[in-house]
């Protein structure tokens, strides 16, 4: 996990609520907008530098949802598993948590609950945002709980790629899909592969 917070010369998303731990004035941001050193990307959010990243969306969203796991497509997109690149951003939201209002920011969301919210979540560093994330074994998991959503190709690419480029392993899926109740779902792809 990352503890370095934005900087004055860090490129990264922050919010207008962080300005003077980072060395900023509103003022001042005001100007460097003007300038196009800055850019606004949200409500309350800005963006040093004026280069956006695939990885944007997903800092914008997590900020404006401290709460959110990214998950699934998105997961095995910033895990660099498989070959996806997602339109929207995949977060998990408790069963119980209120819809976000997220305008015009591209976002599927699932729902968790009990262990499926504690086990195998992460905590990264994205654009100076603080993101939760399912680990890779989690991720490869939760791609065959949503397979009729994503597809069980999708799957079956994130567990190979998962398993050749060495991200995960086969044990870290096996625990992962007894917590999640999937190791039946899962059993026979991993003979089949592993053999």
């Excluded at 100007?31 to 990885?55: N, W």
């Excluded at 945002?129 to 074994?137: F, L, N």
Aim: charged share 25%.
């Amino acid at each position: 996990m990352c503890d370095t917070q934005p900087t004055l010369e860090s490129p990264g998303i922050f919010r207008l609520q962080d300005v003077g731990r980072i060395g900023l004035t509103r003022g001042r941001l005001r100007g460097m907008v003007r300038r196009g050193e800055a850019a606004k990307v949200g409500r309350g959010l800005y963006r040093r530098g004026s280069d956006a990243t695939e990885l944007d969306t997903v800092a914008t969203v997590c900020a404006r949802v401290p709460g959110a796991v990214v998950c699934l497509l998105t997961a095995l997109l910033i895990h660099r598993i498989g070959t996806q690149l997602p339109p929207e951003v995949w977060i998990a939201l408790d069963r119980r948590a209120r819809k976000p209002r997220l305008e015009s920011l591209p976002v599927r969301i699932v729902r968790f609950s009990g262990p499926m919210l504690r086990y195998g979540i992460e905590e990264r560093r994205v654009q100076g945002v603080a993101v939760r994330i399912t680990s890779p074994a989690r991720t490869v998991v939760d791609c065959f709980r949503y397979r009729n959503k994503i597809g069980i190709d999708v799957a079956l690419e994130a567990l190979k790629d998962g398993l050749r480029t060495r991200r995960t392993s086969v044990d870290a899926i096996v625990r992962a899909a007894q917590v999640c109740g999937m190791d039946n779902v899962i059993r026979p792809y991993l003979e089949a592969i592993v053999v």
